[in-house]
């Protein structure tokens, strides 16, 4: 029997939740060379590929987001629950993170006073723009201005471009396109070609529309995947061809597209193999979410405390403290609030609801 991808949109046991650790670990071990050494640093893959391994971590996390998500939205007994459902993914785990950050580690490495500090309007508006992710500010008054590279939140950007696709998502399931997956996906895919092809846009909202191509383009193809789940073969037949072609176009103009389809294949196909003891995993947790928030600031502050270092000795100190602070985060404050949220039990750790 023909393997496709229908298994991984059905809830069954599979790898996402250890995929989605893995690549939130590279996306700590891609920072460290910036945070490190200053931001005209590359690490070693994008040096040789024009990929670093954060972006490439980045294409994971969205073809895993647009799989799910849109599983999400079709068990959703209404457009509300699918909306709660989403805000209690991002957001619990969000603002205690962005809190402790602008209030417990600003005040500490500022170069301004506590007082001062937490009397600066910046101060503020950085944490409610932030928990918000209406107005990012990836700095804080006096923090880490010693540093290499002084930005304190530099992760966050994704987050507002992922809310942007969940809304996209909504909007398409609640006009019924869903459910006519050929003509969404081939009118989606000339869209966002349209869109890689447009000059620089200058107005109001030019960002938000670009971020759906870049770096959109994988969740769209995640939603393609879960959209024709039963049709699309699992393979390693198709999934090594389209690490040949990504190869190939590497450093042409075709190297985002054909490494995003490349990567997002992989990622769905290496979800559903069957890996035996791997799959007690599951029943840690799903931390990735909190390495992801938590990694930049602690990495920023290890090198504020002990001053030069290198990569590696970043990547090395930073980890414990940010898998323990993902853990802190998952298990007191991202699933009490899903079971709060959503009114009842969770499904485990690797379903559709818990896509961020």
């Not at 690490?43 to 972006?55: D, K, M, V, Y």
């Not at 802190?328 to 750790?349: D, N, T």
Request: charged share 10%.
């Amino acid at each position: 029997m023909r393997q496709s991808f229908a298994p991984l949109a059905a809830g069954q046991n599979n790898n996402l939740n250890l995929i989605r650790l893995i690549a939130a670990s590279c996306v700590l071990v891609s920072h460290a060379w910036p945070i490190s050494l200053g931001p005209g640093a590359l690490e070693p893959l994008e040096a040789a590929t024009g990929f670093s391994l954060g972006a490439l971590a980045v294409f994971v996390f969205f073809a895993i987001s647009g799989f799910l998500i849109s599983a999400s939205f079709e068990r959703s007994s209404s457009p509300w629950r699918y909306v709660r459902a989403r805000v209690a993914r991002i957001y619990p785990g969000l603002i205690v993170s962005i809190s402790l950050v602008t209030f417990v580690i600003g005040p500490i490495f500022s170069r301004l006073s506590p007082a001062d500090y937490l009397a600066s309007v910046e101060t503020w508006l950085a944490w409610l723009g932030n928990v918000s992710l209406v107005r990012l500010d990836y700095n804080l008054p006096g923090v880490f201005e010693g540093n290499p590279y002084p930005t304190v939140q530099g992760s966050l950007w994704t987050l507002p471009v992922e809310i942007r696709l969940y809304v996209v998502v909504a909007l398409l399931g609640v006009l019924g396109l869903m459910r006519k997956p050929l003509l969404l996906m081939t009118a989606v895919l000339v869209g966002l070609a349209g869109l890689s092809q447009a000059p620089a846009f200058d107005f109001p909202g030019a960002y938000a529309l670009r971020s759906l191509w870049y770096p959109g383009l994988p969740f769209f193809l995640g939603m393609g995947a879960y959209l024709m789940r039963a049709r699309i073969p699992a393979s390693p037949v198709v999934a090594l061809p389209l690490a040949v072609l990504a190869a190939i176009s590497m450093h042409g103009p075709l190297a985002y597209p054909s490494m995003a389809l490349a990567v997002s294949y992989a990622t769905l196909w290496l979800a559903g193999l069957p890996s035996g003891r791997l799959r007690e995993f599951n029943r840690v947790g799903d931390y990735s979410y909190g390495i992801y928030i938590y990694a930049f600031p602690v990495q920023g502050m290890v090198v504020a405390l002990l001053g030069e270092m290198g990569p590696l000795s970043n990547i090395a100190l930073a980890t414990p403290i940010t898998v323990a602070l993902a853990m802190l985060s998952w298990h007191w404050v991202e699933r009490p609030a899903m079971k709060i949220l959503r009114r009842g039990q969770i499904p485990q750790a690797n379903s559709a609801s818990q896509a961020p």
